[in-house]
């Protein structure tokens, strides 16, 4: 019975566990059968031979690595002469050093020296010297008369045989150039910028600079490369060591390198990519800023969002450096004739070039630098009396007023539009909430804020002055978040002229070229000349060069602190097209308003609510270093603590820890041990300052200083 028939009487016979199934084919497995040999050809064979054998140089591997092969052996054909020329030359140079410091007995005299008997074997080296003259004087005369002999016997040819061995012979001898591994001058030349080539140099620099120690190194994380018009390399320190100490001796550096100090960039690296010990270098081949200045490329454009950073300028490496203006506030400060003005009205070129901005501008130079913003500004003023002085005045009470009423109202507002506390693009040009980026330019700050005018401001006597630097306090604290941008450019930074406690609060700084790194650190806040950024030394020769400290990202990254940059060259000519621009804008959308309009608007003052919201502030006082930087970390970390250690505070400010020991002491500070809790959970004891100590050496200094 064959397989189909049984399976058909089983399922007719109704058995659960079978059903019904297709017909079932027989087969026989048969063995696998050799698939016939497929024959390689010879030459496919020997190309890949050619592709993978190490026997085989890359460069001729493939056509293109080949025909560049042929290129390189054809130059180096056609320089060789020219290569063995000066091979020969630089053998005979060497050789005649090397005969100098035999016939003089070098080796023997500096072997007297180290042991300090050279009086003694001064007889021996003498007659040394004298034999070894003797014996060049000898073999001179024998080889000249080898010449003439062999010349007289066998002609020309031997010699030249002879010259051509002996030529081969200096060119093997001279095929190093001094400077290079394995050769030492006796004469050194000028130092050149030579670590691009070796690596070993760099090193050498960094031992030269003290960065490093005798028997340490660096490690090379990104090899040398050419950024730009200049060479960029990263490197690893050794354990300990911090980038911070390279960065803080950035000339010692640049001298070690045979460059000045404005061709070389030292910067940490920061973020996911870096950590304390690495430190990114770029060197120019020659001054960066030796070229002339280039014109704003605002010029070039037909309209400005505000909301975009402002070009400012380019930095060392010639990357355009743009400036965040919403959500901050800039302080420039310079010696005259820097290019000061010119950044100001820089930061202003963006703004004007917006519409839907609004602008005061106020001048107390009361020169023609700022006249062409009368085109576009909602308020403007130029000149320095006191009536000037007090309608500064009012225009900061005014804006107080104004930014205290859009808070108001950006509480009531839905969180659509308004999502934080914070003005958004789209509320800036809704003309219903009129909420405009509005600026604020004061050129010579100085003048309104040393104005010794008496006023009364709700009973309380204050001077002009006072008043004003309490206004622009709270307006660089409280106003940027409603959209309210300070710009202030003063002549004079120190420490009388404008208030500690305004600079603390002001968010991106610009310093030109000052006298001392006490007024570039009054620009660029406290210990910056510690962290190697020093406005005094910047070259005169260098206009409009300065070091930036931005309140936000730039194209250097958001992690960097401070950068030189050269600022864009606008002349008078192109800030006033900027100007004519910038009323044909605001013409067109109808947003041209006040004094540019040709009305000047009633102030919209509230005396009595700016007085009280600045009224619960202190008179900003003037303290000394490094008192006014310790207070100012206290207020803004310090939170309901009573003891602040010693380590936190050199830290987080980068003092030297001798030194801030005895200048706090000066103040009637000491400091204590006392026990504290880390973060980790662990208790132990550590030195530091209470902090009602510091506060009350800070007071007793502002009544001393006020008195």
Known sequence: MNASATGSSLAREGSPELQRCESVLDGELVEDQPFPAVRVPWRRRLRRWWHSSPRVPLSLKTRAQAVQALKDGIVAVLRSPWRFVGAVVRGLVTGARLWRRWITVRDYREAAEESQKLADKFTEIRALTLFRWKVTGAVLVAVTLAIFIIAAIYGERPLRIVAAAASVALAVLGRRKDGKPGRKPSLAGPRTLTWTMDTQVLVDAFRDAKLIGKDESLRLVERATRVGDGWSVIVDLPATRKAADVVKHREALASALAVDEIQLIVERVRGNGGHAGRVSMWVADEDPYATPPRRTPLLGVSQWDAWQPVPFGRDARDRRIDLPLVWTSLLVGAIPRQGKTFAARLAAAGLVLDPHTRLYVADFKAGKDWVAAEQVAHRFLSGDDTEHVLAL???????????????????????????????????????????????????????????????????????????????????????????????????????????????????????????????????????????????????????GVGILRPDGETQAGADVLAMTVRTYYMPVEDWQDICRRGRALRLAAGTLTGHAAGEDAALLLDPVGAAKAIGSAPAPVDLPDPLAAVVEYIEANADDREFIPTAELVGALDFEPNAFGRQMSEYGCSSERRRITTEDGETRQVRGYLVADIRRAAAEQGCGRGS
């Open 393 to 543: 005045k009012d225009w900061l009470v005014e804006l107080v007023s104004e930014v205290q009423s859009r808070y108001r109202r950006m509480r009531d507002l839905d969180d659509e539009i308004c999502p934080e506390s914070k003005i958004t693009p789209d509320m800036s040009r809704d003309s219903a909430l009129n909420m405009p980026i509005t600026a604020i330019f004061i050129d010579e700050v100085q003048v309104p804020l040393e104005d010794r005018t008496p006023i009364d401001v709700q009973g309380k006597k204050l001077t002009a002055g006072e008043y004003i630097g309490e206004l622009l306090t709270w307006l660089a604290k409280k106003a940027p978040a409603a959209g309210v941008v300070l710009v202030l450019a003063t002549q004079r930074p120190d420490s009388k002229t404008i208030p500690s406690g305004l600079r603390a609060v002001l968010g991106s700084r610009f310093a030109l070229r000052v006298m001392d790194w006490r007024d570039s650190n009054i620009v660029l806040g406290e210990q910056m000349n510690t962290r190697g950024y020093d406005s005094s030394r910047l070259l005169p020769s260098h206009k």
